[in-house]
T-cell receptor, first 113, second 114 residues
Framework: KNQVEQSPQSLIILEGKNCTLQCNYTVSPFSNLRWYKQDTGRGPVSLTIMTFSENTKSNGRYTATLDADTKQSSLHITASQLSDSASYICVVTLNSGNTPLVFGKGTRLSVIA | GAGVSQSPSNKVTEKGKDVELRCDPISGHTALYWYRQSLGQGLEFLIYFQGNSAPDKSGLPSDRFSAERTGGSVSTLTIQRTQQEDSAVYLC????????????FGQGTRLTVV
């Protein structure tokens, strides 16, 4: 069964601290993996995409990693800001044209002053 | 507009009533998805439209749920005889057919069944 598991379910950190969110997947055949940020009351917005051949990709203070062998991805946030408070959702696309995206349940991050 | 547009943004309905939720995808996007997000939960797949192919309805939770996509563009999600457990945010997303591109989400419709 195609699944995407995220951990932790929720996380509270102090402003300025770093954190790492985890995503494990059992999706096959894998095409790509995206991390989305979902602010409260809004739709998810893509942060970064990882394809099979990519190990690390950065987007500002966000760095995503992918280990296709162990089927794990992480999202590292550096020097967190209050505006980073959101849900972070890991989404995997199957390498097939007529299959839905497979979503994780997300990690709810709260950054406090 | 440039993004995915959903309407209404909020809907409160009485139990047992029917509701229609609308999604206007990004122009030219051939794939359209409906998802449901209950409070504190992840995104639950409902239905997927891809071009002129038969939709993937495997995520619809019951026969009270149905969706149409007219002319390959606008989509309507209909919930008949609404129940309180239908209360959730209903998100629509569209993307071009190419696998490597991202899905673009609307702001969602918050449905509350009282």
């Amino acid at each position: 069964k195609n699944q995407v598991e995220q951990s932790p379910q929720s996380l509270i950190i102090l402003e300025g601290k770093n954190c790492t969110l985890q995503c494990n997947y059992t999706v096959s055949p894998f095409s790509n993996l995206r991390w989305y940020k979902q602010d409260t009351g809004r739709g998810p917005v893509s942060l970064t995409i990882m394809t099979f051949s990519e190990n690390t990709k950065s987007n500002g203070r966000y760095t995503a990693t992918l280990d296709a062998d162990t089927k794990q991805s992480s999202l590292h946030i550096t020097a967190s800001q209050l505006s980073d408070s959101a849900s972070y959702i890991c989404v995997v696309t199957l390498n097939s044209g007529n299959t839905p995206l497979v979503f994780g349940k997300g990690t709810r991050l709260s950054v406090i002053a | 507009g440039a993004g995915v547009s959903q309407s209404p943004s909020n809907k409160v309905t009485e139990k047992g009533k029917d509701v229609e939720l609308r999604c206007d995808p990004i122009s030219g996007h051939t794939a359209l998805y409906w998802y449901r997000q209950s409070l504190g939960q992840g995104l639950e797949f409902l239905i997927y439209f891809q071009g002129n192919s038969a939709p993937d309805k495997s995520g619809l939770p019951s026969d009270r749920f149905s969706a149409e996509r007219t002319g390959g563009s606008v989509s309507t999600l209909t919930i008949q005889r609404t129940q309180q457990e239908d209360s959730a945010v209903y998100l629509c997303a569209s993307r071009p057919y190419t696998l490597a591109t991202e899905a673009f989400f609307g702001q969602g419709t918050r449905l509350t069944v009282v």
